[in-house]
């Protein structure tokens, strides 16, 4: 079946710093990939997404490129900030006739330090 | 535009009973999936719904049913509640497009002692 892998966190840096989370995945066909935040005491936000291979997804400086041949999507900002502190998860959308379902890799809680 | 909504925000309800909890999509997002969030299963999908049927259902057991009304808003029951169920609930809606992203609610916090 479907499935995600994701960098095991937690993760913690320093305020500018660089910052890489990993997302492998395993799927038939070609998904859709996702990346979600959740803030403490809320639901999940999408960050940004990629609908095909060498897409790129773009959002308030995040960024993830979408590799077919690695079957990869990781997150990476070039200057973190305190405000980023949250757990992301990689997620792929797979659809099977008219069903739509998100397969979640197990998120990765990212602390960032003033 | 209004996101997805989800009520109530918190629940606790004891062993045995049933729980009933709503969401109403975005405006125009007439595809709704349910998805439950633990600490040690992590997000598991429960089911999803479009235009009041049920398309797709995750592994859980009977217990956990839906259903979606002509509006799109949809409600997830759970009956014969038992501790393991304790988690956070995440409604999620779409378009009913093959890429279409899924927008999240706040979820509803159930907490059964």
């Known amino acids: 079946g479907d499935s995600v892998t994701q960098m095991e966190g937690p993760v913690t840096l320093s305020e500018e710093a660089f910052l890489t989370i990993n997302c492998t995945y395993t799927a038939t066909g070609y998904p859709s990939l996702f990346w979600y935040v959740q803030y403490p005491g809320e639901g999940l936000q999408l960050l940004l997404k990629a609908t095909k291979a060498d897409d790129k997804g773009s959002n308030k400086g995040f960024e993830a490129t979408y590799r077919k041949e690695t079957t990869s999507f990781h997150l990476e900002k070039g200057s973190v900030q305190v405000s980023d502190s949250a757990v992301y998860f990689c997620a792929l959308l797979t659809s099977s006739g008219s069903a739509r379902q998100l397969t979640f890799g197990s998120g990765t809680q990212l602390t960032v330090l003033p | ?113």
């Open chain 2, 1 to 113: 535009k209004a996101g997805v909504t989800q009520t109530p925000r918190y629940l606790i309800k004891t062993r045995g009973q049933q729980v009933t909890l709503s969401c109403s999509p975005i405006s125009g997002h007439r595809s709704v999936s349910w998805y439950q969030q633990t600490p040690g299963q992590g997000l598991q999908f429960l089911f999803e719904y479009f235009s009041e049927t049920q398309r797709n259902k995750g592994n859980f057991p009977g217990r956990f049913s839906g259903r979606q009304f002509s509006n799109s808003r949809s409600e997830m029951n759970v009956s014969t509640l038992e501790l393991g169920d304790s988690a956070l609930y995440l409604c999620a809606s779409s378009l009913a497009q093959e890429n279409s992203p899924l927008h999240f609610g706040n979820g509803t916090r159930l907490t059964v002692t």
